[in-house]
């Protein structure tokens, strides 16, 4: 994809006439290779990362954990709920998942400033969004501490700095200010979203009209309460999902007894299970080749944008271990459609490849011809993008 300058049905003479005559050259080609598919069809493979990166574990299950016939589910949406709903019955009866999810409530009532009876559908969210997240980035999630504690006691403390303003906000305070207090402490006698904080905060000094005094003691408060609100800002930055890491990793332990139990891993885990037989060292690129009865040497992979850095680093070994064999690899993709970020694609994977695989003579090229789109829209992609 890129740029393209005929659009459909708008081919010049003088290409049609190269077509032409390129066509009995091109048909000759075009057969040959297709004969020479159909009677080496047992060496052609055509799949999805996630697919083969299923057969490899089927190879090597037993090193990462795995039974040789577990079973591959898609959707791992009814683990996850059973997961935090046997969280949340074990509350009754169990301190620690008492006060973990205490937390999380704290966290949704107060911190968040969610409101709702039922909140167990958000934390469902919350544990998907970090299973996917962790199995696209590979990573675990760091806490910052105790954060969340900190952060509600601040919370508190600003309130209590506010409440004594609404009663001695001189005469000549700003309106607007005036009115937002009044308003927050009606509203708020516990917890607060920053975004609720009126942005005449940002003043250095008490907002009232040139010329007022505003005295001593509503300025100390006015500093101090500025000073709280900057350390609110700060720890929500640093540890205000701490209650959802702390959720996540118990989810995590209990999902992990049931997968187990049951010899199931999820689509997502695929590429984080591989990876670790060759972070940990447990398989060489021979044995996999042995255990998967093949030897790949030419490898072809399309819509690489959505590629991620994991899939890639699975894949990686084994793409080296043929280029330095003679074999290749070709790779094609659109990297402006990376921006969509699908799966944790990233455009920047295009160029680190160049740069990883630059030993092998890496050769770089431009498709300029597009036969989807008419050229108003190529003209102005091509625009866009080279401003």
Same mark, same amino acid.
């Given at each position: ?46 799949? /999805?990362? =996630? ?33 935090? $709903? ?15 999810? /205490? ?79 009044? =308003? ?24 009232? /009209? ?42 995590? @332990? ?25 972070? =940990? ?28 850095? @994991? ?22 993709? $659109? ?9 944790? @694609?990233?455009?920047?994977?295009? =160029? ?36």
């Amino acid at each position: 994809s890129g740029g393209g300058h005929e659009p459909d049905g708008e081919i010049s003479a003088r290409m049609r006439g190269r077509n032409i005559a390129a066509k009995p050259e091109a048909a000759r080609t075009a057969h040959r290779l297709m004969e020479e598919l159909i009677r080496q069809y047992h060496f052609f493979q055509v799949q /999805t990362i =996630d697919s083969f990166m299923n057969a490899l574990l089927s190879g090597c299950a037993f090193k990462v954990g795995l039974s040789a016939r577990f079973k591959l589910r898609r959707n791992s949406s009814d683990y996850l709920e059973l997961a935090l $709903d046997e969280i949340i019955a074990a509350s009754g009866r169990d301190a620690a998942s008492r006060r973990l999810l /205490t937390g999380m409530v704290r966290q949704y009532l107060f911190l968040e400033n969610r409101t709702g009876w039922f909140p167990k559908k958000d934390f469902l969210a919350v544990l998907k969004v970090l299973f996917a997240h962790q199995n696209i980035y590979q990573k675990g999630f760091i806490k910052y501490g105790d954060g969340a504690q900190d952060l509600f006691a601040m919370k508190q403390k600003f309130i209590a700095l506010v409440e004594p303003m609404r009663h001695s906000a001189p005469e000549g305070t700003h309106n607007q200010f005036r009115g937002w207090l009044e =308003d927050f402490c009606t509203r708020h006698t516990v917890g607060f979203d920053v975004d609720d904080v009126s942005t005449l905060w940002t003043r250095d000094d008490f907002p009232v /009209t040139k010329g007022k005094d505003v005295g001593p003691r509503l300025q100390r408060l006015w500093d101090e309460a500025r000073w709280c609100l900057q350390a609110i800002v700060r720890l929500e930055a640093y540890g205000i999902f701490d209650a959802h890491i702390d959720l996540f990793d118990r989810a995590m @332990g209990v999902l992990k007894t049931h997968q187990v139990k049951d010899d199931v891993l999820f689509l997502e885990q695929l590429n984080s299970k591989a990876r670790a037989l060759f972070d =940990d060292g447990l398989v060489t690129v021979e044995e996999l080749y042995y255990r998967l009865a093949a030897r790949f040497r030419h490898y072809l992979i399309d819509e690489f944008q959505d590629t991620n850095s @994991g899939q890639w680093a699975n894949l990686s070994m084994m793409v080296e271990e043929a280029l330095s064999t003679g074999g290749t690899l070709f790779y094609v993709g $659109d990297k402006k459609q990376a921006i969509y970020g699908f799966r944790g @694609g990233k455009s920047e994977l295009f =160029d680190r490849l160049q740069d990883d695989l630059s030993p092998f003579n890496v050769v770089l090229e431009t498709l300029t011809g597009n036969y989807r789109s008419h050229r108003h829209i190529v003209d102005f992609n091509n625009r866009i993008f080279a401003v």
